[in-house]
């Protein structure tokens, strides 16, 4: 298990950005795939972005076009960028890291608030 620390999340404007970062206990570079996910009230899990130590990268449907993840060896840091942010995109957002996205024994942070309002 990997001990992952996430931080950025708070209230946004609609319309606004948003820059969430997630620092692993271990070295990026080792870690196959890593992601955010996200959680609304009432509604299941869903991916936002996923991106592999190859640099591929995979996004939700809910935030094609929008968001923007990116990992750092020299900073160890996993970053997410989203823009044009809606009142739809509330939600606990989730760092992931594991072996792939289904990895059973995969690792996850304790989650950030995001609140997209006015």
């Known amino acids: 298990q990997v001990e992952l620390v996430e931080s950025g999340g708070g209230l946004v404007q609609p319309g606004g950005s948003l820059r969430l970062t997630c620092v692993p206990s271990a070295r990026i570079w080792r870690l196959r795939v890593m992601a955010w996910y996200r959680q609304a009230p009432g509604q299941r899990r869903e991916l936002v972005g996923a991106?592999?130590?190859?640099?591929?990268?995979s996004y939700g449907d809910s935030v094609k076009g929008r968001g923007t993840i990116s990992r750092d060896n020299r900073t160890n840091t996993l970053t997410l960028q989203m823009n044009s942010l809606e009142a739809e995109d509330t939600a606990v957002y989730s760092c992931f890291a594991g072996d792939s996205l289904s990895d059973p024994q995969g690792s996850w942070g304790q989650g950030t608030q995001v609140t997209v309002s006015s």
């Open positions: 991106i592999t130590n190859g640099g591929r990268t």
